[in-house]
């Protein structure tokens, strides 16, 4: 079986091709791309909520790091998928797990003003004090992009 065929499958959301690739070969679900992606994050960026859910019914290492050190749900964070956030919270997805500079989802979060998963990861404990490689908190990236609703859920949660 093609490890190349599984990804394919999972770019294009193809569900009966991936339970079938699983089934013949369930190791494959730890699998890595070209670029380091596990099928799980890939299937998270691509925003495919029931393959997503497939997939995690397969036991997936949940917070696999891709080759920028980015996790599945770092990805849905910076892509704005609130429902898969919640999807992989619930299954146990670190939310104050790190990129290689540093950033976590909530910066991610905060950077790109996506306020339903701010409010999301700060219910599920998200660190609001975490400082990326640059030394700047979520709370300093929301106000770099003058973000001020952002900015003030950060400030009443830090305060």
Same mark, same amino acid.
């Given at each position: ?39 799980? /994050? ?12 497939? /997939? ?16 599945? /749900? ?25 990129? +290689? ?10 950077? +790109? ?16 004090? /975490? ?29």
């Amino acid at each position: 079986m093609s490890i190349e065929l599984f990804f394919k499958a999972i770019r294009v959301g193809d569900m009966p091709q991936c339970k079938t690739l699983l089934a013949a070969n369930p190791d494959i679900i730890n699998s890595k791309d070209a670029r380091g992606s596990s099928p799980l /994050l890939l299937a998270t960026y691509y925003g495919h909520d029931e393959l997503v859910k497939v /997939l995690l019914e397969h036991n997936p290492e949940i917070d696999a790091q891709d080759a920028s050190g980015n996790s599945a /749900l770092m990805g849905v964070c910076f892509k704005g998928f609130e429902k898969i956030a919640a999807t992989l919270i619930r299954k146990g997805a670190n939310v104050n797990q790190v990129n +290689f500079n540093g950033a976590s989802a909530l910066i991610y979060a905060a950077t +790109f003003g996506n306020i339903p998963i701010v409010n999301l990861l700060l219910a599920h404990d998200a660190n609001p004090a /975490l400082k990326d490689a640059r030394g700047f908190t979520a709370l300093d990236h929301a106000k770099m992009q003058g973000l001020d609703q952002v900015v003030a859920i950060l400030q009443a949660k830090t305060t």
